[in-house]
């Protein structure tokens, strides 16, 4: 079985291809980082528009890229949420389009569902059950995965989520957008105990994570002081710092209350090397494994669209001729799969 999905939640167009047997054939991205730079932010309307213009090139692209023609594909996916309803309706509005166009299924996919499920990109994708960490600009959660559409919530931010107080702490230090790769980059030059920051709710029993805290306590830290490269580079290590190790040890806990030994990491947050390399030295001596995705697919693209579309395409579901895009969406709403079958969707 082969699908088209297509990616359009927020900031990022983006296009893949998938096969059932012979992976991942093809994806694109296009980031809208400059259009939004000057902002600051993601302007919701310039993205809506940028999209409109983006996708179908993307598509071409990478349909030319899996030397694949409309009538060899099986279906088509798309992101329906959570996410800027605007930018959702245009990546929904095209795929449900094309599907009528070439008589083949549409079904619109939960973004978090995505992220969950990018993992199964990997060569060696991780078994289930086991225990996901999703930490991005939008999301922080721990979240029990049984199997695809089985999904328990453990924990979440209560506030701001991981990726946000990167990105917040950054803009503080005068850092350019997007904030959170570069607070990671310069606090490789920090030192180490130059500042403290608080860790949240690590003094008391649960799974809940807060971070809105952080970036006040980064504004008293840094006031009238001026902010040169080494103070800046202290800072972000501080922050940094305190964000891993609130996320470490709550993976943690989640693994000992779920009696798993298998942890993903999925999300924008999750690209952090920091975080990868505290998180499996942590369950490494405890006898865990920690399972990634590549970097590309942990901030936001088509291919992990395509592996939750194609999974669930390939067991009956689709959608009907509406147009669907939610702006929240809950995970726990999602059917679950019964599948005995492997899922392994790296290239073959």
């Not at 694949?68 to 800027?84: K, M």
């Not at 500042?195 to 970036?215: A, C, H, I, Q, T």
């Not at 995970?331 to 492997?342: N, R």
């Amino acid at each position: 079985m082969r699908i088209l999905a297509l990616e359009s939640s927020c900031d990022e167009s983006a296009a893949a291809v998938l096969d059932s047997a012979r992976g991942l054939l093809a994806h694109a991205v296009f980031s809208q980082i400059e259009l939004h730079r000057i902002y600051g932010g993601v302007v919701p309307e310039l993205a809506s528009r940028d999209h409109v213009q983006r996708l179908l090139p993307l598509l071409r692209e990478v349909l030319r890229a899996a030397a694949t023609a409309p009538g060899e594909l099986d279906g088509v996916a798309y992101t329906a949420g959570p996410g800027l309803v605007g930018a959702l309706l245009t990546g929904a509005a095209l795929a449900r389009s094309l599907a009528f166009a070439w008589g083949v299924p549409a079904l619109g996919v939960h973004h978090l569902e995505g992220h969950l499920l990018a993992p199964l990109l990997e060569p060696e994708p991780p078994p289930f059950p086991h225990v996901a960490l999703l930490a991005s600009g939008g999301h922080t959660m721990l979240i029990e995965v049984q199997g695809i559409g089985a999904y328990r919530l453990l924990g979440q931010t209560r506030d701001d989520a991981a990726g946000e107080a990167f990105d917040k702490t950054a803009k503080l230090l005068g850092l350019p957008y997007p904030g959170g790769p570069e607070l990671a980059r310069i606090a490789e030059q920090g030192r180490a105990g130059a500042f403290v920051f608080p860790r949240p709710m690590l003094d008391r029993p649960g799974l809940e994570f807060s971070f809105s805290g952080l970036k006040t306590a980064v504004l008293h830290a840094v006031r009238d002081r001026v902010l040169d490269d080494t103070l800046r580079a202290d800072v972000a290590r501080g922050v940094q710092e305190a964000i891993v190790e609130c996320l470490c040890v709550k993976a943690v806990r989640a693994l000992d209350e779920t009696d798993c030994e298998v942890l993903t990491v999925s999300g924008g947050v999750g690209a952090n090397q920091q975080l990868r390399t505290t998180l499996t030295r942590a369950l490494a001596s405890r006898g865990a494994r920690a399972y990634y995705p590549r970097p590309e697919f942990c901030t936001d693209n088509a291919a992990m669209i395509a592996v939750a579309g194609l999974a669930r395409l390939a067991a009956g579901q689709h959608d009907d001729l509406a147009i669907g895009a939610r702006a929240q969406w809950a995970l726990d709403s999602l059917p679950p799969l019964i599948s005995s079958e492997p899922l392994r969707y790296a290239n073959s």
